[in-house]
């Protein structure tokens, strides 16, 4: 069964600094890797996504991720954190083959804050 | 560029009542779906559509029941609105279900939801 790890519920820290958000993955087949940002009373919002390729991926507002196959894991990071990054955010995994295709799962969330 | 929308934000229901939450999207999607938000549970998958006239069951589905008539629309019903239905809803859709693109999900507002 397809799932999602998020294992902190939240993460702090001070602006200029990195940041990580931890994520780990269980699929059947090819992962599908996602990260989404949710800010208070708002829908989520995409960030970033790894399919295949480079381990290391890009996205919006200077996040990135990394995919690690061997330990399962998709990192969110940022090299310098910013007041404006405090959010919920969310790892998801989708299986890249299978009967459930149409199923993205998501993890709990972590609430990131960056404090000045 | 309205996206996607969902209509009531808010909705404050008695048990047993029956509702529907209404999600429209503008986008030509041919993916659909219907999360609900718990704290510390992340975002559980209800139903999803790949395209009009397709519906499949999520992670929990029970209670629920969907359509998809058209592209545009996939309203969620409450067939006898429980206490344990209060939750947030986000209707979220995806150009293609299946491919690289697959998993880059719109999301609406949300519509908060609480059964008395």
């Known amino acids: 069964a397809q799932s999602v790890a998020q294992p902190e519920d939240q993460v702090n820290v001070a602006e200029g600094n990195p940041l990580t958000v931890k994520c780990t993955y269980s699929?059947?087949?090819?992962?599908?890797l996602f990260w989404y940002v949710q800010y208070p009373n708002r829908g989520l919002q995409f960030l970033l996504k790894y399919i295949t390729g480079d381990n290391l991926v890009k996205g919006s507002y200077g996040f990135e991720a990394e995919f690690n196959k061997s330990q399962t894991s998709f990192h969110l990071k940022k090299p310098s954190a910013l007041v404006s990054d405090s959010a919920l955010y969310f790892c998801a995994v989708r299986d890249g083959g299978g009967s459930t295709l149409g199923r993205l799962y998501f993890g709990r969330g972590t609430q990131l804050t960056v404090w000045p | 560029n309205a996206g996607v929308t969902q209509t009531p934000k808010f909705q404050v229901l008695k048990t047993g009542q029956s509702m529907t939450l209404q999600c429209a999207q503008d986008?030509?999607?041919?993916?659909m779906s219907w999360y609900r938000q718990d704290p510390g549970m992340g975002l559980r998958l209800i139903h999803y559509?790949?395209?009009?006239?397709?519906?499949d069951q999520g992670e929990v589905p029970n209670g629920y029941n969907v359509s998809r008539s058209t592209t545009e629309d996939f309203p969620l019903r409450l067939l006898s609105a429980a206490p344990s239905q209060t939750s947030v809803y986000f209707c979220?859709?995806?150009?293609?279900?299946?491919?690289?693109?697959?998993?880059?999900?719109?999301f609406g507002e949300g519509s908060r939801l609480t059964v008395l």
């Open positions: 699929v059947s087949g090819n992962p599908y």
């Open positions: 979220a859709s995806s150009y293609s279900f299946t491919g690289t693109s697959a998993g880059e999900l719109f």
């Open positions: 559509s790949v395209g009009a006239g397709i519906t």
């Open positions: 986008m030509n999607h041919e993916y």
